[in-house]
């Protein structure tokens, strides 16, 4: 009897112990959304639906670019908001045939703005030229769709205050970012650098370890492409910055992978293009000779998801909406995801180098990257759990806004082709 209570007692530490891992291992973008996790397919319907609706439109609006100031979506609302200048061509966009014998029009708002299309775009060009004019450092500009005006993110660390006062005709949004909630992970360093070793991986997953060898720097897969015109050319592409920029040893740098839960070091390659590239950060590890080429995967690691701990990559997206989900896999914070909130956007860097069309994906007041995760894949689930399409690469994070460059870029500008699974 005794052993009896024994073994029961057991099993109910052993349900608490499941039920707080539970806890921590909610899905990443049911804590995005703040939903639980057998609510995500609906929510995963709501958001394709409200991303088909504004595809419509788009288009639709842009014809009357004087009377609209953008769109944006609202999952959580289940909402497409339509910034309204001239509510009298409301009738003409509602009476359109796409949107006319649908239910789409119950999910549409039009919502009073002051700033059209036209009006956003022209103070974005002007205030461009004044960051090219007075090289401000440090900062974020973009065209927020909810404040319906141009955002300037900028750090109190940074003198700007020329470039800043000098963007004040335009009336923009002045921003410090901060962050309210930091990931926990973060905070964790390497307590002991991993042994280089020649051990057997099996596989290597878009958001596992980089590291550069000379100056050990850590960085994350992102993913596994071949070289246009010759598919015997096999890269990992990553963020360029992992790379030491215009020293004599670049170049020469050795990058290794880290498995997620194995710290230990497998000597991949060489980056053969860093930063280089038109100036848009990202590099190419040259893995055709490598042994571990055969190791390469078109997955996602998702370790901290109890059913999905491998994503699928089925395909290459583009992201097309305002307020649509954006995840990333790093090495550093795992898989963690944010809402698109800028698109087209001009970022400089602290030398005041300015580099355009990063989109910015955050979680207001939450950090949701952090150092390492840079070249980690970013991704957006496609209708279930299971299966992503790639938008790109994480680059940066400033407060809580996390930066990545588009995957259309990286194609076209690297002349390589993404990896797909075959299945
Ligand atoms: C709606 O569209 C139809 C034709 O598609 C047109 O005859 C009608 O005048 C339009 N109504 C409004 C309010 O624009
Ligand atoms: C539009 O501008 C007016 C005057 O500047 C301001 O009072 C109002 O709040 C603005 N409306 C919106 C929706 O931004
Ligand atoms: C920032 O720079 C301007 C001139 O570029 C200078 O007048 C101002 O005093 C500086 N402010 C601070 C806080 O250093
Ligand atoms: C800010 O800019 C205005 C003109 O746009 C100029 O008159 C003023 O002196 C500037 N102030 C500072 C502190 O730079
Ligand atoms: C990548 O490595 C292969 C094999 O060593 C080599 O032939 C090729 O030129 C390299 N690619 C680049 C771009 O350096
Ligand atoms: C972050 O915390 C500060 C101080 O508690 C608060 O004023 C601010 O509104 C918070 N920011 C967000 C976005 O919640």
Known sequence: MRNFYFLLNLLLLFFIFDKLSLVYTKEALAELWDVEDNELLDFFAIEKKLITIDKILQPLIKEHILSFGGTYINVKKKQVFVNTVDPSVVPIITNSSELMHTDYLNFITFVTANNSLVTLADRFLKIYGLIKQFRPKNIECYIDMEFNNIVIRHSQKKNNSEFLNSTRVYNPIFIQPSVNFSHPRCKEGITQFPILRRNLILEILGGEGLMNLLNREECSVGFWARDNYNENLNYIVTAGHCSIKRS????????????????????????????????????????????????????????????????????????????SHACKSGWRSHVTCGYIKGLGTITTD??????????????????????????????????????????????????DFSKFLPLNIILSKGKIKLVRSSH
Request: hydrophobic share 35%.
């Open 248 to 323: 004599r040893l670049a170049g020469a740098e050795n990058f290794a992978h880290m498995s997620w839960d194995s710290p230990k070091l497998n000597r991949l390659g060489q980056m053969v293009n860093s930063d280089k590239i038109d100036r848009y950060d990202f590099g190419l590890i040259n893995i055709t000779d490598s042994t571990y080429l055969k190791s390469m995967t078109t997955l996602i690691r998702n370790t901290d998801s109890k059913s999905y701990a491998e994503l699928i990559m089925e395909d290459g997206i583009e992201v097309t909406s305002y307020g």
């Open 350 to 399: 602290s030398k005041g180098r300015a580099f355009k069309d990063l989109i910015y994906y955050s979680k207001s007041a939450f950090q949701i990257t952090c150092a390492g995760d840079s070249g980690g894949p970013v991704y957006s689930y496609l209708q279930d759990l299971k299966t992503v399409g790639l938008i790109g690469i994480h680059l940066g994070r400033f407060g």
